[in-house]
């Protein structure tokens, strides 16, 4: 195997191990729980089935009935938000009407309405290389909080302080999360009050969901895939070509919402296995989308769509805002290229909603 390979090879795992943190720093049993079983692609546990397998995790958004306003999921954070007004992750024409209404408003000409929102943030926060400039330390986390306020702005349309927005909506996923885990839950004291205090910075309660989906995955993602960006060595390979296709596989590896918490609404059968209403199911994304192919060895940019689009669910229940996602994170790629940055501190978030860091520090590295 050439040096060259080798070396990637090497810079990979390293990029691995640290990401593995996240998780494990965050949520070490529940974590141990799905890396001790992730060989099996569905694993029953109780009323619990743990999803690993991508065909598994597929057929369960396309074909099995889930009740998505359930304790527990998604679409019961999303009710609980929202004081059960409009959700966009529930089932019948309502669910239909509402993920048309979003889609809209995540199309071509709204990214390109959007975009230059957090383009000006990039701006400002990662000025252009000049020669010498080794002295720019950038906390990354800081910088996609500051992202993530100014997007979920621009798609709810709040003219309030983005810090604060951001702010508002970290903490309201924190308290909803708590459902969203297997096994033991309990409702925080908090949860009503801050999702309160978020309903009051928006235009309409409805919007809720819409701020918490844009903050906390952009917050979780995008510092976790520049980790792995500058672990991985991979500065050199991101230009204006090639910087979208890397954002997309960056995702599918980092996984940044890495469990799907739904609930079956009918007795049904999932990879041989028997399914009963009410069963908690719980899609491993991480695993389902590391399952696809790995790209050829020495081009980690050449991805298949399947393989990247995993992380973003699939069928009528993918994530409407996935081409936001890979846009906003192949913008910063592009900032922060010319920099060439190393990691130089990184302390895991343990009460985030989502595995992320609390705090991601990066050094210009050598041009």
């Known amino acids: 195997m050439p040096p060259d390979v080798v070396s990637l090879a090497a810079r990979s795992r390293r990029a691995r191990r640290r990401d593995r943190r996240v998780y494990t720093h965050s949520h070490p049993l529940l974590f141990a729980l799905l890396a001790a079983t992730r060989r099996r692609p569905v694993v029953r546990l109780g009323r619990t089935l743990l999803v690993h397998g991508t065909e598994a995790y597929h057929e369960t958004l396309t074909r099995v009935p889930l009740d998505r306003t359930a ?62 400039d080794i002295d720019l330390d950038i906390e990354l986390v800081a910088l996609a909080r500051e992202l993530a306020g100014v997007t979920a702005a621009a798609l709810t349309g709040a003219t309030g302080c983005p810090h604060r927005l951001a702010h508002a909506a970290a903490e309201a996923a924190a308290h909803a999360a708590r459902d969203h885990l297997p096994g033991l839950r309990r409702r925080g ?59 997309a596989e960056l995702l599918r590896l980092t996984a940044p919402t890495p469990l799907l918490p739904r609930v079956a609404a009918a007795d049904t059968t999932l990879a041989g296995h028997p399914v009963r209403a009410g069963n908690r199911l719980i899609l491993v994304a ?22 990247t689009q995993a992380v973003f669910g699939a069928g009528p229940h993918a994530c409407p805002g996935a081409g936001l996602a890979r846009t906003q994170l192949a913008d910063v790629l592009l900032a922060l290229a010319p920099h060439q940055p190393v990691v130089t501190r990184a302390r895991v978030d343990r009460r985030s909603a989502l595995p992320g860091y609390a705090e991601l520090t990066l050094r210009p590295g050598r041009p």
């Not at 529930?90 to 230059?116: C, F, K």
């Not at 999702?195 to 995008?222: E, K």
């Open 286 to 307: 991480r695993h389902a989308a590391r399952a696809h192919r790995r790209p050829p060895a020495g081009d980690p940019t050449a991805v298949s769509r399947d393989a």
């Open 189 to 247: 004291q908090g949860a009503a009050a801050a999702a309160a205090r978020l309903t009051a910075l928006l235009p309409g309660p409805c919007d809720a969901m819409v701020a918490v989906a844009a903050v906390n995955t952009t917050v979780a993602a995008v510092p976790r895939a520049v980790a792995w960006c500058a672990d991985a060595g991979l500065w050199p390979a991101v230009n204006e070509t090639t910087a979208p296709r890397l954002a």
């Open 71 to 132: 304790s527990g999921t998604t679409g019961g954070a999303a009710a609980e938000l929202t004081a059960g007004d409009v959700l966009f992750d529930q089932d019948g024409a309502e669910h239909r009407t509402a993920r048309r209404a979003l889609s809209a408003g995540l199309n071509t000409a709204a990214l390109q309405r959007i975009r230059p929102h957090w383009q000006a943030v990039l701006t400002e926060r990662i000025p252009e290389r000049a020669d010498g």
